[in-house]
DNA sequence: CTGAAAGCGCTTACAG
DNA sequence: CTGAAAGCGCTTACAG
């Protein structure tokens, strides 16, 4: 209440732990900060009997440096910063956003990076997350989900020299990017279904400007047309319950003698809720593309299209790191496969 | 290809853009970079025409101090750390952690604040995941999920003089947390079931070395003995598939009419599958810890208990932050009410 | 009201 | 093989 610390001579207990620091260690060593920093970072021109003994002095002491200072002197954090979309679609309390998180996480941990997370501050405000993070210069790179980038938000990213790479493809931003093959997946589903007796195939999709959405629709078309097929219905959302059950019923009221939800679980989820609704919950030919556990649960079932998410994360990060390290990787965007869940 | 970037003589375009830094926004305004800095963080000594100046120039610049800078300078990063478990049990991917870092996130932006996500390298090993950050001083303060946090690893956090506050009371470790009244949710979902005519409720919970599983616990006995029913069936498991299974049909075997899924959402859909397997699902009452919207097809419906994760992460981030600034928030715990979800 | 100087904890040429 | 010095970009007493 009273500044009380401010008041006193000198700091309270600093005196007694008197922090641990590349100078006290070069102290207690007998050497200069120089000779230990060259340690610490590995550097080959430091005599064996040195080392060891500065070695030993920084285990037994458990010091780390200082990763602010350290910072300051290379220009590099060792931190990772990942954007991810807001309401409508995908947040990560959704399946899809938490286990790229989580994964992106581990692999950045792996490779001794450490994970920023950035949330825009509103739906489609990109820029809020980045700006003042980026200029502040607390992370090397950024990982960013692809949907939630606009053609605009580009020029000051590149513009600040900061590395970035995408998640999911983005036609109006050729950058660097991971994704997966969201047009083989689709095919994949579409024709599963066909081979299942179903001859009316509908697509229940998320916003058709986002372009993994319209590479799915793509996918389902080919699937179709490769079968002589006419093309089914289609419906699109943009996330909230009211769109998808209506997409539903469109789908349904367009005599579709199936639908291939292709807009994530837990559209999913809602769908099948609807069509129970609506009594039409048996014979409809179903799939999705993005599984959850929670389908398991689900008769008949359900088959769906999973991603490779672990994959995904690392090429990310290994991408990502490369950039920062200055090399060009090649190619710049790299497609990983997807597969099929059958659930028998 | 050949190294192009590196070949050349000087930094490519370092030279163009000039870093911006304090010591050039001195230069522009034609002052010392000590009055930008107290510009900059708001300190009344400056004259208005001064400020003025500085103000507008840092505006148009875009300029904004690097991070690291600052915090080697001052001691404080702007960042908050977060730790969460790993399985089995919840983790990033789960429902509820995935929610509670992501509200963490946003109130902390609220705040001025970064997230950086720490993952524990295997399972039950909190240290690795704080150890290095700790030192290294990446953060000004650690959130950790309680049920990752031993006895033994508070003491190097305590030393190192990290402020830090536990999601989840734990009762081995004494500390500042917030959590919430997991008793009184737990007594009330039991007494609506009994409420519901159920007589021999039984209860699946989490691993019962978890405080809140305990409490839990103590709130279904409590409303069993207020209303003289005899004690129910109890079954516990640690987050498989195969543990929540058997301890269901455990339940079912002692005779329970109704299954309290104390261990959260996930455990539910388990729960439901494997009733169904076994020709159970009818007249059997359910109750659920924690809420999930894929609930909202289960029928007949399952009610939960659900906890406010805004207001759970909200306080985190604010007795945090006041740890961190040095005042002794009272009181010490924080808990939060739980409410019913009835689903009609 | 303003600025010169020292310092935060590290790294990096450079000289010896 | 080792160390003294300068520098990274900021802030904070302190003097004027």
Redesign the interface.
Known sequence: MEGV?GEEAGPPEVST?SKLTIRRIAELAGVAKSTVSKVLNNQPDVGPETRKRILELVESL????????R??ATGR?G?LGIIIPRKPGP?????YW??V??EV??FA?RRNH??????P?SEGEVVSAYR??L????VDGLIIGSEVLHEHDVDPLLQA?IPFVLIGENPWVPHYAVTTDNRGGARAMTSLLIERGYRRIGILTGATDFPYVRERIEGWKEALAASGLPEGPIASERGTEEEICAGVESLLKAGADAVFVAAGA?AM?TT??RM?ELGKSDGVGLGVFDDD??L??ITPSVPAVVQPLANLADSAVSLLLQLIE?TTPEPMVVTLPTSLKLRS
Chains 1, 2 share one sequence.
Do not use: C, F, N, W
Not at 62 to 69: E, I, K, Q, R
Not at 91 to 95: A, D, L
């Open positions: 610390r732990i458990d010091y780390v440096p200082d990763a602010s200072a910072a300051v954090t931190t947040v990560i309390q959704g399946q938490s286990s998180v989580g996480a581990m941990a450490d994970l920023l997370i950035l949330t501050r003042t993070v200029r502040t210069r607390k020299g837990e989820i099948l809720a129970r556990p929670v398991d649960l200055g």
